[in-house]
């Protein structure tokens, strides 16, 4: 019977062994989106953890990210 992976080279197989959870790209997008809206500033300005630069301890303190992971079930995006 032939190996259904010969087609697939060495750096795919192990691109596909490397990749994360579901959960941790999850986690890893929330933080992503934290720190790109924190370096950026302009949606910060309305929130209690913002001055000057962002001064919350982790990405589920941020609006953005309660907002665009529906996190308060509230949104839908």
Same mark, same amino acid.
């Given at each position: 019977?032939? #190996?259904? %992976? ?6 795919? +197989?192990?691109?596909? %062994? #490397? ?9 890893? $997008?929330? @933080?992503?989106?934290? !720190?790109?809206?924190?370096? $950026?500033? +302009? !949606? ?5 953890? %913002?001055?000057? !630069? ?9 609006? @953005?990210? +309660?907002?665009? %992971? #529906?996190?308060? !079930?509230?949104?839908?995006?």
């Amino acid at each position: 019977m032939k #190996n259904p %992976f010969e087609q697939f080279s060495d750096a795919t +197989i192990a691109g596909w %062994f #490397n990749r994360v959870s579901s959960k941790e790209q999850w986690m890893n $997008d929330m @933080q992503t989106l934290w !720190e790109c809206t924190a370096s $950026d500033g +302009i !949606e910060c300005k309305k929130c209690k953890h %913002f001055d000057e !630069e962002c001064h919350a301890s982790f990405s589920e303190e941020c609006p @953005q990210v +309660i907002a665009e %992971f #529906n996190l308060d !079930e509230k949104h839908f995006n």
